[in-house]
């Protein structure tokens, strides 16, 4: 059941989030349940320099090149300006790090980034690692965000326009889920991801001409079946993985219906 | 000329921009020349608790209650964790903060938000305080990008939904303007922001579904005439201030056509 015997190359999954959306817990749990479960010889990689504890060991670490704390105070740079820098950085040390990221024996290697999803979207630091990843095996984003994100039907709809921004950006296929399921938020949140037609319903019911473009642009983000399904999963209590598995095994075997 | 005599109450300018966009020199450049060329009455709220040195003298500032410096020294937090906090002190105090923005004598108030975008957009500060300005006043989002976010059609596709992500998320119209209009990137990315069908005809040039599907999107946004003009700017040079003003004022008094 080695992923790598389906696949013929490892799959490099790049976990990016809002800050707070837990993507560092669920790289430990999923990176976990794929070697339990699918007995698949996993890797991790840190390209967060502003990480503070992880709950995983990294095979490759971003912070033995820089961290934001070191640049705060050896440079003294604020920490908005440390975070920038910190990106250039590894934007400027990606050679070394992708040759060790690529020799890494694993099926599938999760990578961890940014606290702040904008630091790795925005710098051309994450279109170069998502690129050059790509051509060393099958790369897929996993945008994850907080449930609690997801209030309103508008609210929600900007998590898809999200997804969008991040396959644009990285231009790998994309796939989004939505954290803390057992959160309250979530329990309509899960309809919405799980019946197109509801959101869209949900959506014209909301006052104003921005409720109903977003109503548009879902109409058409479905058609074109870009980030659908949106899977509810709990990092912390480790539910989900599996249909969460289910739609990453779709995308990047292109072998399955997105819708 | 003043502003107040046209509009009878406040404008609340939010100014967002990823990491790097120079909204923080933005404002300071464009509330100097709102006070000089078009002799308002301009104040300064910096909403940023992890701001170094400002440009500006704020008249409100959100590092008197919290700053992110001292969350990592008194609380030992990680600058990641620090950030979220930051913002959820901000969050809380809200009450007291808007009290004092709002009793500000000015006509336009220009508040000034987290390096990190994200920050203020995806916690319940960012929302909270949009909504809460809007009822005190009129409030327009102006979202700030790096002219070197917008190198590629569909890359530049995705600064109008990452607008559209500020507008569905804040509540308040929205303004996109492209930074470092000297930028070799600029002239491009201006000539795609003059002309929509030049947009759609190159992101139909693009390989790959997405960006059919980025252009099918632009296409909706179009219709709905969402962050059509996205004015070019140079915050440091101080240029396009008179037509990013003119766009701001279409926007908040509703009384111009926004294609």
Redesign the interface.
């Known amino acids: 059941m080695g992923l790598r015997l389906h696949l013929g190359r490892a799959l490099y999954l790049i976990v990016l989030g809002?800050?707070?959306s837990g993507k560092t817990t669920l790289t430990a749990a999923f990176g976990g349940w794929l070697s339990e479960a699918q007995e698949a010889r996993v890797a991790y990689v840190n390209l967060?320099p502003?990480?503070?504890?992880l709950p995983y060991k990294p095979d490759v670490d971003a912070r033995e090149y820089v961290t934001?704390?070191e640049l705060?105070r050896e440079k003294g740079?604020?920490?908005?300006?440390?975070?920038?820098e910190s990106m250039q950085v590894l934007y400027e040390r990606r050679g070394e790090l992708l040759e060790r990221i690529s020799q890494l024996e694993a099926d599938v290697v999760l990578v961890d980034t940014?606290?702040?999803?904008?630091?790795f979207?925005?710098?051309d630091a994450g279109p170069a690692f998502s690129r050059e990843l790509a051509k060393r095996g099958a790369a897929v984003a996993l945008v994850l965000f907080?449930s609690s994100?997801a209030r309103s039907p508008?609210?929600f709809?900007?998590l898809r326009?999200?997804s969008?921004?991040v396959?644009?950006?990285l231009?790998v296929p994309t796939v989004a889920a939505l954290n803390k399921g057992d959160l309250e938020a979530a329990r309509r949140a899960a309809a919405w991801a799980k019946d197109p037609g509801l959101l869209l319903s949900d959506l014209e019911g909301e006052q104003g001409?921005?409720s109903?473009?977003?109503a548009?642009?879902v109409e058409?983000?479905n058609?074109?079946s870009?980030a659908a399904r949106i899977p509810l999963v709990s990092a912390k209590e480790r539910w989900g993985f599996q249909e969460l598995y289910d739609l990453l095994h779709e995308v990047w075997c292109a072998c399955g219906d997105l819708t």
């Open positions: 809002p800050a707070g967060d502003g990480a503070d504890v934001v704390e705060m740079l604020g920490p908005n300006g440390a975070l920038v940014p606290g702040q999803m904008e630091l979207l925005f710098h907080d994100l508008s609210h709809a900007t326009l999200m969008l921004v396959q644009l950006r231009d001409v921005i109903e473009l977003a548009k642009l058409v983000m058609a074109y870009v």
